[in-house]
């Protein structure tokens, strides 16, 4: 028995039927996922993880992803599957780039919200300017927790 | 349990099992075996596949549903480590086996982590017992591990989410050390062993010490303070020379009059002679420091198995002042090298590590390291740091010159030249032998492509500076 098989299939893969569920929201904004672009959005999920080294045991942020976005303005049935294929992408990315500081409904929300607002659906204002500046400060603000951390544990040493 | 249940288990008395990942390795077996069934195969995968995900759901806080699969194996390896600190405290394989078919494997986890908890509490106890006793020795290596490295392991051990991990800092070798345990297991060894070696050198006067281990350092023109030495090795063979010269054992100084005696006695021993001499010096050393404690007396009499090679290679190569510390009456202090007091402090150390893990190019990478590091702990502690890549050794040696060269080689073949002298040759030792550290790998892979004559001035190095003893 193998235990690092088992570790391998912790991923869980979504299924079709659960994306096209999302339809039931998507619709009221005159988007519709179609199982080939299901599958195709499966794939994108899948190839990200692979990219970006991580496994997931809960497949639900996908269809969190699609729920979330498909109410912006700035998507339409042409560029929808493209667009959802993109932000998982950059999704998974950036919980790399915020070395997972940051949990998964704040950064939909935070990429929903600057997607629509300062980037005007430009999903490349999102990944090179919008998103690396909040991963920057993320990471300097937990930098700063950890020095000072240190600094109080080696004060703490010095009287001991 | 009754020994009927056992019995089908007879088989795995006979498989090799690996005691590092003991769980997984009696699993593979026990399946390979056909001792369990297929369902029950499945039914502890689909168990254990429940508790990771369990762990990782605790560790992400549920704000995550996904990881970085470097993060999924560190949970995992630290179930795993769990479970092994169970199914390892079983009479058997057989017995382990039983409880596992039997009992939920959440259940067998949750008793490891017991046992783990119970480890640390020990090593904490063990730790204080430690911290009242130091010997007055000054290594710093001795007393950053025990003051700094020990404490930061038990401040920091993490035993929901890295059971195997062991944070601090660790520099001081011991005699006996067996670095593939890990985790909390390991920490304990450790300080059981660090106990026996110091309560061994509490029977000898620290100033004998003290003067024993300024010798040691002119033997090797190292500072011993800095330098990563087993004080209980060098106390405990000079104390066995010293009996088998016939003075006391507590008797540490062994005089240039004294090792001519030494070599008149056995230089016509053949090798089972030689042996008994050994033996009997041990055996006497035992007796007249009144050491009872069977721990102890194992311990002292496992070296036999180190210092018997040791010493037969030395005599035969005429270089058994390499073993023996002999008494010096100058008062020069050893050639300095590197220079204690430019030391980068802790902040400075940690800062420097993380500026070398976020560079991505090589050479930075490199340069950081030689602008920075000025003192050989410090280098010591950066090739130990786990910070650096196969090219990036290649790259950091090609820039030290014959004598910081020589330096690492003296740490890395500190047996070989003991036991070889100024026969001790440098390339044939970086072909022959292979290490625990993979910087010390490294190192005999650079010096097997170095030019000849490279190679041969950095030997010159070595043995120049025993020659000018």
């Not at chain 1, 994108?44 to 639900?60: F, K, P, V």
């Not at chain 2, 070798?173 to 300080?191: A, C, E, S, T």
């Amino acid at each position: 028995m193998n235990m690092l098989d088992i570790y391998r299939r912790l991923n869980q893969q979504p299924l079709v039927e659960e994306l096209l569920e999302t339809n039931h929201i998507s619709q009221k904004y005159g988007l519709t996922l179609y199982p080939v672009q299901a599958r195709d959005i499966i794939q994108a999920r899948n190839q990200a993880l692979q990219d970006y080294g991580r496994i997931e045991t809960d497949n639900r942020i996908i269809s969190q992803i699609i729920s979330s976005f498909c109410s912006s303005p700035y998507l339409s049935n042409e560029n929808y599957t493209n667009s959802i294929n993109e932000l998982i992408d950059i999704f998974y990315f950036f919980k790399n780039e915020t070395r997972d500081l940051i949990a998964d409904k704040e950064l939909l929300l935070l990429m929903k919200d600057l997607f629509n607002d300062c980037c005007c659906g430009s999903l490349d204002l999102l990944r090179y300017r919008e998103l690396p500046s909040v991963a920057a400060e993320l990471k300097q603000r937990a930098d700063g927790v950890n020095n000072l951390e240190r600094e109080m544990d080696n004060e703490g040493r010095l009287f001991r | 349990m009754k020994d009927g249940c056992l019995d089908r288990y007879e088989v795995l008395k006979n498989v090799p099992l690996d005691p590092y990942h003991y769980t997984v390795s009696l699993l593979q077996q026990a399946e390979q075996h056909g001792l369990l069934e297929a369902q029950l195969i499945n039914d502890i995968r689909r168990q254990f596949t429940f508790l990771l995900k369990e762990m990782i759901t605790r560790y992400s806080q549920g704000k995550s549903s996904s990881l970085r699969i470097e993060t999924g194996e560190r949970l995992m390896l630290s179930v795993l480590y769990c479970m092994d600190a169970y199914t390892g405290s079983l009479s058997g394989p057989g017995e382990a086996l039983e409880i596992i078919s039997s009992r939920s494997i959440e259940d067998i986890y949750r008793s490891g982590r017991d046992i783990s908890k119970k480890q640390l509490d020990e090593c904490a106890q063990l730790h204080r017992k430690i911290c009242s006793e130091l010997l007055d020795i000054d290594i710093i290596a001795y007393h950053t591990t025990i003051n700094e490295g020990i404490q930061d392991f038990l401040d920091n051990y993490d035993i929901d989410f890295a059971a195997h991990d062991i944070p601090g800092s660790i520099d001081y070798p011991l005699l006996f050390d067996d670095m593939k345990v890990q985790g909390v297991f390991y920490i304990w060894r450790y300080l059981k062993h660090l106990e026996l070696e110091n309560s061994f050198c509490r029977l000898f006067a620290i100033e004998d010490i003290q003067r024993l281990l300024f010798n040691y350092g002119q033997v090797y023109q190292i500072d011993c303070k800095e330098a990563l030495i087993n004080i209980f090795e060098i106390v405990l063979t000079n104390a066995q020379f010293s009996v088998l010269l016939g003075k006391g054992a507590a008797e540490l100084h062994i005089t240039p009059f004294h090792y001519e005696h030494i070599i008149r006695e056995l230089k016509d021993l053949d090798r089972e002679e030689f042996k008994f001499r050994l033996r009997q010096a041990a055996d006497r050393l035992l007796e007249e420091l009144g050491i009872k404690g069977p721990l102890l007396r194992e311990y002292i009499l496992r070296f036999q198995d180190v210092i018997l090679p040791r010493a037969l290679a030395a005599r035969d190569n005429d270089c058994l002042d390499n073993v023996v510390v002999l008494e010096r009456y100058t008062d020069n202090t050893p050639d300095i090298i590197y220079d204690t007091g430019s030391s980068l402090d802790n902040d400075s150390f940690r800062l420097l590590l993380e500026e070398v893990g976020e560079c991505t190019v090589p050479a930075d990478r490199i340069q950081m390291i030689i602008s920075r590091i000025q003192s050989l702990g410090d280098f010591i502690d950066i090739l130990e740091a786990d910070c650096l890549y196969d090219q990036d050794y290649q790259i950091l040696f090609s820039r030290l010159g014959e004598l910081e060269l020589s330096m690492l080689a003296k740490i890395i073949f500190i047996e070989e030249i003991r036991a070889e002298g100024e026969h001790f040759s440098l390339l044939s030792s970086a072909v022959q032998y292979r290490f625990d550290r993979e910087w010390q790998n490294q190192y005999c892979l650079f010096i097997q492509d170095l030019d000849f004559p490279w190679i041969k001035a950095i030997e010159a190095r070595i043995t120049t500076s025993m020659a000018s003893r």
